[in-house]
């Protein structure tokens, strides 16, 4: 079946410096993927559409100066949370669908990324 | 978009068969539902996926009525390591353009020995 890489799977920065964080499709390319933020005891939260090839749709309260995400191949996106703060300590995780599939039986997520800024 | 609504939580031993109801009343005509099962610190893992009437596979089943507005995951003879939250998801991605997925709160299920 389709997977999704993400990396990494944990990570500590800073707070003011970068973190990037890569999605990857490993046997299937995705024109679309998608990335999620959740807190603890949560839900995903839908922050982003990556496009390849084209920007990212952001949803309603995501700042993009922020969060950049970048689809330059059809099989990796990256989100790169930038000038980190505590606040922005949270899991992310990305999803991605094979284009064609018909209904979104091929969603797939990735194993996420505990982000935490100190 | 379709909102979802479900129990917050649910509790149950194992051996016994679980059933997870989600309300969707503003389904549109092309939208799936879809059931997600999520482990602490992992993503989503896809269970089953559903248009209308019943869908079966090896881990569960889906039930939907003829007027689509809910549907009900079965899980048969749950175990200790089905305690996970359950996502109901309503959505289109039909074609080249994808639908976004809104995720609701969940469902906490919680299985006993």
């Known amino acids: 079946g389709a997977v999704v890489s993400q990396h990494p799977s944990r990570v500590i920065c800073k707070s003011g410096t970068s973190v990037k964080i890569e999605c990857r499709s490993l046997?299937?390319?995705?024109?679309?993927m998608f990335w999620y933020r959740q807190f603890p005891k949560q839900s995903l939260m839908l922050m982003a559409t990556?496009?390849?090839?084209?920007?990212?749709?952001?949803e309603q309260g995501v700042e993009k100066d922020k969060f950049l995400i970048n689809h330059a191949s059809l099989t990796l996106s990256t989100l790169t949370v930038t000038s980190a703060h505590p606040e922005d300590s949270s899991f992310y995780i990305c999803?991605?669908?094979?284009?064609?599939?018909?209904?979104?039986?091929?969603?797939?997520f990735g194993s996420g990324t505990r982000l935490t800024v100190v | 978009l379709a909102k979802t609504t479900q129990p917050i939580s649910m509790d149950s031993y194992e051996g016994q068969e679980v059933n997870i109801t989600c309300s969707h009343n503003?389904?549109?005509?092309?939208?799936?539902i879809t059931w997600y099962q999520q482990f602490p610190s992992q993503g989503p893992r896809f269970i089953i996926q559903?248009?209308?009437t019943k869908v079966t596979n090896e881990v569960a089943s889906l039930f939907i009525p003829a007027d689509r507005k809910s549907s009900t995951l079965s899980l048969p003879r749950v175990s200790l390591s089905d305690t996970a939250v359950y996502y109901c998801?309503?959505?289109?991605?039909?074609?080249?353009?994808?639908?976004?997925?809104?995720f609701g709160r969940g469902t906490q299920l919680t299985v006993w020995p």
């Open positions: 503003n389904i549109a005509t092309n939208d799936y």
């Open positions: 999803s991605a669908s094979a284009p064609g599939t018909g209904g979104f039986y091929g969603y797939t």
């Open positions: 990556s496009n390849e090839g084209s920007k990212a749709t952001y």
């Open positions: 559903g248009y209308k």
């Open positions: 998801l309503v959505g289109d991605a039909r074609g080249s353009t994808l639908g976004r997925l809104y």
């Open positions: 046997d299937f390319q995705a024109t679309t």
